[in-house]
């Protein structure tokens, strides 16, 4: 499955809620992740974009069962 697909067949508000907790490395906390483009990961899926609050490039991988 396209790597879009696999993302937008996550409910929601699953989703919502996994955009607003990416771990920035700058921030040293959870924020939430814009600009993000969707990638193929062996476990899923990846989101790669900026932190919200610095800009610093964040990454999260959202494990998906087939
Ligand atoms: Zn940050």
Redesign the pocket.
């Given at each position: 499955m396209e790597a879009n697909r696999k993302w937008l067949s996550i409910p929601e508000n699953i989703r919502k809620q996994l955009i607003l907790n990416v771990f920035?490395?700058?921030?040293?906390?959870a924020?939430k992740i814009k600009d993000f483009v969707i990638k193929p990961n062996p476990a899923g899926v990846v989101l790669e974009g900026?932190?919200?609050?610095?800009?610093?490039g964040?990454a999260r991988v959202v494990e998906i069962e087939e």
């Amino acid at each position: 499955m396209e790597a879009n697909r696999k993302w937008l067949s996550i409910p929601e508000n699953i989703r919502k809620q996994l955009i607003l907790n990416v771990f920035c490395s700058n921030c040293l906390d959870a924020v939430k992740i814009k600009d993000f483009v969707i990638k193929p990961n062996p476990a899923g899926v990846v989101l790669e974009g900026n932190c919200a609050v610095c800009g610093n490039g964040v990454a999260r991988v959202v494990e998906i069962e087939e």
